[in-house]
């Protein structure tokens, strides 16, 4: 069994998540704006986050599928499901539950600066920085972490652990992720 520790209350998360959106309010405030949910993980970040934004916007989703062997990511990135909205000219902002090693994030800069956008920036609720291979950083973090795996609150550990209102740091045995 996981040993889970909490790591994030319901209030800190809120209190974060209300400050990013006031901040994304401001900076994006008369564009054309597209939100980027990063499926599944970031499902309920977003969900929250579009709640205390003022201003106009629409949300899209996309679905990455990562192949490599074992726990290592290889790099090989491709969308299960991909932006289904037309992002050009407009401002998108990519809204990631976590950037570990950076794959993701800059597999999805790159395929969504092909499509033209006017700006492309980034909302991570947490920065995790051990495992960090590709140089990108997000315009807007919740939280910044060294290390540590997490659940709750959209993160899960083998689907597990999503519905939690916490973020938890698994502890004992569990390094395969
Ligand atoms: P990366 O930045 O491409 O390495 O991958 C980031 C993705 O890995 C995140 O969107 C999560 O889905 C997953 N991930 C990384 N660290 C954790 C964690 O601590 N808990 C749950 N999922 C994680
Ligand atoms: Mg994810």
Redesign the pocket.
Known sequence: MEEKELLYSQERIAERVKTLADLISRDLEGQEVVLIG?L???FIFLADLVRHLKIPHTVDFVRLA?YGSGSV?SGE?TFSKDVETDVEGKAVLIV????????????LQERLQERRPASIRVCAL?D?RE?R?RAVAADYVGFELEE????GYG???NEKFRCLPEIYVIREGNSD?
């Open positions: 990063v599944k993980g970031a990562s990511s990135i990631e539950d976590i950037i570990d090693t950076g794959e993701s994030i800059a597999f947490i995790k495992r291979e540590g795996f997490l659940v993160l899960d550990f992720h």
